[in-house]
């Protein structure tokens, strides 16, 4: 008995990862080095040996203490009024929809120095906004530890809402659509059905706007000022000793270093999750 012919073979995909042409793995190399020597120049460099004496000093400790406090706040705050507008950039359909959510996520693109300058000539004693809150009501918003907060929220705020628009994209809306027929309101709806699924994702947003706040330099040294115990936070600590102890500077430099490397491990999962 003869066997017919033989079928052809395919060709198995080569696996990816190997032959890296040299074109792309040269400059890829230097990309790594360029983000990777900073970091290591800032380990390589540090005081390891006067280190505890650095981070415990009172002003450390004092510029912790209010960028832990004010970085916090800023989250809540991007909390209560970041899912909310998530959710309505995610769920519902408007004209201007488009411009809104550029306008929402313009603060990514935008020097926070300007959003500093901006911040002071709507919330500041003759700003459109704040020449009412002091005649009204004797608020006076900026060199204080509420306008830290408030220029922390204006620069953070949108991490939360483009991960938790994410999110609610991603999310199944029939469970909502269930909850409706059953006679929830859109509001029990959201309470009870979908924060509990889009919970990750703001968890995540969260922590990115927490990390982002905790960073902030030109917004709030723009609209709050530098003062120690009352506006002064870590990075401003940075600044400012990098002029008069660079010693000190790059005990808060580590310090903030290892802040930013426990968000990304914290994330990790779910980066890993998405991907």
């Given at each position: 008995?003869?066997?017919?012919?033989?079928?052809?073979?395919?060709?198995?995909?080569?696996?990816?990862?190997?032959?890296?042409?040299?074109?792309?793995?040269?400059?890829?190399?230097?990309?790594?080095?360029?983000?990777?020597?900073?970091?290591?120049?800032?380990?390589?460099?540090?005081?390891?040996?006067?280190l505890p004496?650095?981070?415990?000093?009172?002003?450390?400790?004092?510029?912790?203490?209010?960028?832990?406090?004010?970085?916090?706040?800023?989250?809540?705050?991007?909390?209560?009024?970041?899912?909310?507008?998530?959710?309505?950039?995610?769920?519902?359909?408007?004209?201007?929809?488009?411009?809104?959510?550029?306008?929402?996520?313009?603060?990514?693109?935008?020097?926070?120095?300007?959003?500093?300058?901006?911040?002071?000539?709507?919330?500041?004693?003759?700003?459109?906004?704040?020449?009412?809150?002091?005649?009204?009501?004797?608020?006076?918003?900026?060199?204080?530890?509420?306008?830290?907060?408030?220029?922390?929220?204006?620069?953070?705020?949108?991490?939360?809402?483009?991960?938790?628009?994410?999110?609610?994209?991603?999310?199944?809306?029939?469970?909502?659509?269930?909850?409706?027929?059953?006679?929830?309101?859109?509001?029990?709806a959201f309470?009870?059905?979908?924060?509990?699924?889009?919970?990750?994702?703001?968890?995540?947003?969260?922590?990115?706007?927490?990390?982002?706040?905790?960073?902030?330099?030109?917004?709030?040294?723009?609209?709050?000022?530098?003062?120690?115990?009352?506006?002064?936070?870590?990075?401003?600590?940075?600044?400012?000793?990098?002029?008069?102890?660079?010693?000190?500077?790059?005990?808060?430099?580590?310090?903030?270093?290892?802040?930013?490397?426990?968000?990304?491990?914290?994330?990790?999962?779910?980066?890993?999750?998405?991907?």
């Amino acid at each position: 008995m003869t066997s017919g012919p033989a079928a052809p073979r395919t060709a198995r995909p080569r696996p990816p990862g190997r032959g890296v042409p040299l074109a792309l793995l040269a400059p890829a190399l230097l990309g790594l080095a360029f983000l990777l020597v900073p970091l290591l120049a800032l380990l390589v460099r540090a005081p390891w040996r006067s280190l505890p004496e650095q981070l415990t000093s009172p002003e450390v400790w004092q510029a912790l203490r209010l960028s832990l406090f004010c970085a916090t706040a800023a989250t809540a705050l991007s909390l209560v009024v970041g899912v909310p507008l998530a959710w309505l950039l995610a769920r519902t359909e408007f004209r201007g929809r488009g411009l809104v959510r550029a306008l929402v996520t313009l603060p990514l693109v935008l020097p926070p120095v300007v959003g500093g300058v901006a911040l002071l000539l709507a919330l500041g004693r003759n700003g459109v906004v704040g020449q009412y809150l002091d005649a009204w009501f004797g608020i006076s918003l900026p060199f204080t530890t509420a306008g830290v907060v408030l220029a922390e929220t204006f620069v953070a705020m949108p991490f939360l809402v483009i991960s938790v628009e994410g999110t609610l994209r991603a999310a199944d809306p029939r469970f909502e659509e269930a909850a409706a027929t059953l006679g929830a309101s859109r509001f029990t709806a959201f309470r009870r059905v979908t924060l509990p699924l889009i919970a990750p994702g703001v968890a995540a947003g969260a922590v990115l706007a927490w990390a982002r706040a905790l960073g902030e330099f030109g917004a709030t040294i723009t609209f709050a000022g530098n003062f120690p115990g009352r506006t002064q936070t870590m990075p401003l600590a940075v600044y400012l000793a990098l002029q008069n102890d660079p010693a000190a500077a790059i005990a808060l430099s580590l310090v903030l270093l290892a802040v930013s490397v426990a968000v990304l491990a914290g994330l990790r999962d779910r980066w890993m999750r998405t991907a």
